[in-house]
């Protein structure tokens, strides 16, 4: 079956450093994978979005990768402040396009 | 634009009582979706919907009903309301083209005792 994993152990780190987070998909080969934020207590926010065409794309200090043979993205937070501590979720879209398979999250701690 | 909104915020059922939960969204979305939440957990899909009149089950359907009578509105309907329904609701809407990225809910807080 279709799995996103990420790693469930929480991310810790100082501010100012990268945060680089993990997500790899087994058994299919999605065109896009997403990226999401959720603080505690409320509903995922759409971050970032890469396709498989796409190697790399940024927005601001958020960077994602896409590597189609590691069956990998990565997501990285430069410049890390204590306000991007969350929950960042990854998700790719099943092979009939009709459903995201969301990944279980990674939480991020940005410590001062 | 509210954006996608639910309700209640929190619940409190006791086993074998029922309820609907409560979605809308206006932003005009064809694509709606109920997920849940289980703590430190991912989000697993329970049923969606492509558009009014047609919605179809996800991971996770058992114990729960939908309809969708219009665009704008997504009801989740437990019945029967067991432990395991526990979790924390979301409801999201997408378009229906492109890489569907999803725009959530605030979410329902549901305590099945």
């Known amino acids: 079956s279709q799995k996103i994993e990420q790693n469930s152990e929480a991310l810790n780190i100082q501010e100012g450093k990268t945060a680089t987070l993990t997500c790899n998909y087994t058994?299919?080969?999605?065109?896009?994978l997403q990226w999401y934020r959720q603080d505690p207590g409320r509903g995922p926010v759409f971050l970032l979005l890469i396709r498989e065409n796409e190697k790399e794309k940024r927005k601001e200090r958020l960077k994602v990768t896409f590597d189609t043979t590691l069956k990998q993205s990565l997501f990285h937070i430069t410049a890390s402040q204590p306000a991007d501590s969350a929950t960042y979720l990854c998700?790719?879209?099943?092979?009939?396009?009709?459903?995201?398979?969301f990944g279980g999250g990674t939480r991020l701690m940005v410590k001062p | 634009n509210a954006g996608v909104t639910q309700t209640p915020k929190f619940r409190i059922l006791k086993i074998g009582q029922s309820m609907t939960l409560q979605c809308a969204q206006d932003?005009?979305?064809?694509?709606m979706y109920w997920y849940r939440q289980d703590p430190g957990m991912g989000l697993k899909l329970i049923y969606y919907s492509v558009g009014a009149g047609i919605t179809d089950k996800g991971e996770v359907p058992n114990g729960y009903n939908v309809s969708r009578s219009t665009t704008e509105d997504f009801p989740l309907r437990l019945e029967l309301a067991a432990p395991s329904q526990t979790s924390v609701y979301f409801c999201?809407?997408?378009?229906?083209?492109?890489?569907?990225?999803?725009?959530f809910g605030p979410g329902t807080r549901l305590l099945v005792l």
């Open positions: 932003m005009n979305h064809n694509y």
């Open positions: 058994n299919y080969s999605p065109a896009y």
């Open positions: 999201a809407s997408s378009y229906s083209t492109g890489a569907k990225t999803q725009y």
């Open positions: 998700a790719a879209m099943n092979n009939a396009g009709n459903m995201l398979t």
